[in-house]
């Protein structure tokens, strides 16, 4: 049955959603589950880059700590997601951490096997390479953000790509679920929490989002875009 559980997760992660019963096998032979309480280190910054990561359930934060000791999130991986890629491309040591958010089920695979499986699969070379890229352009457009926005734009700008990449859309509303807190949300923008908070109550006053500590509702998106174009 676990095995079992462990083939249905994979085939659920759209990277490897085109790849055959019998592919799914093989790869399903690679692969190790574990499980991680909230707050446990995946992997540490300056360890060796061997392992290539897929989140099954719960999330996950990438950080890196600056000297003054303060902490910077890089990302927030959701379900369905990889990290860690950076072993892919021969990455000699992690220049980041990965921490659980909350209780997660993660899926690991030593960076020489997934290379060869990847050699041995052409189209999921290419899947990859869209992944990377799409990741790459995500992380532009965050730069962008703490060049040219204010604190205001920058947070309205997170949430919206937030909701649209993690969102359920419901008629004319978007359902998040589970939101950050305002902390990671500042984390994630170089904001301070009480800018994000006094933000969102805002948002919330004026009816164009809802939300509490475990869900964010999106009522009037096309307002929220509005407020940076």
């Not at 290379?115 to 999921?124: G, I, R, T, Y």
């Not at 962008?144 to 309205?156: G, N, P, S, T």
């Not at 969102?167 to 807190?181: A, T, Y």
């Amino acid at each position: 049955m676990a095995e079992k559980s462990k083939l249905w997760y994979l085939e659920n992660f759209n990277l490897f959603s085109n790849l055959d019963k019998d592919k799914m096998m093989e790869l399903n032979k690679l692969v190790k589950d574990s499980t991680a309480e909230k707050n446990i280190p995946i992997y540490f910054a300056s360890e060796p880059s061997k392992t290539i990561y897929f989140l099954k359930t719960g999330r996950v934060k990438i950080s890196k700590y600056l000297s003054d000791g303060s902490e910077k999130i890089i990302a927030i991986i959701n379900p369905g997601e990889v990290f860690g890629e950076m072993a892919f491309f021969d990455e000699d040591e992690r220049t980041e951490y990965a921490i659980t958010l909350e209780p997660s089920l993660i899926c690991a695979i030593n960076k020489n096997d997934f290379s060869q499986f990847v050699e041995a699969n052409p189209a999921l070379n290419l899947r990859l390479t869209k992944l990377f890229g799409l990741k790459l352009k995500n992380f532009s457009e965050r730069v962008e953000d703490l060049i040219f926005k204010d604190a205001d734009h920058r947070i309205v700008s997170f949430i919206i790509r937030y909701a649209e990449k993690n969102g359920k859309k419901v008629g004319d509303q978007i359902f998040v679920k589970p939101f950050l807190k305002h902390q990671n949300i500042g984390q994630l923008t170089a904001c301070s929490r009480q800018t994000v908070n006094y933000l969102l109550t805002d948002l919330r006053t004026k009816g164009i989002i809802d939300f509490d500590r475990s869900k964010l509702t999106i009522n009037k998106m096309e307002e929220l875009k509005k407020m940076i174009s």
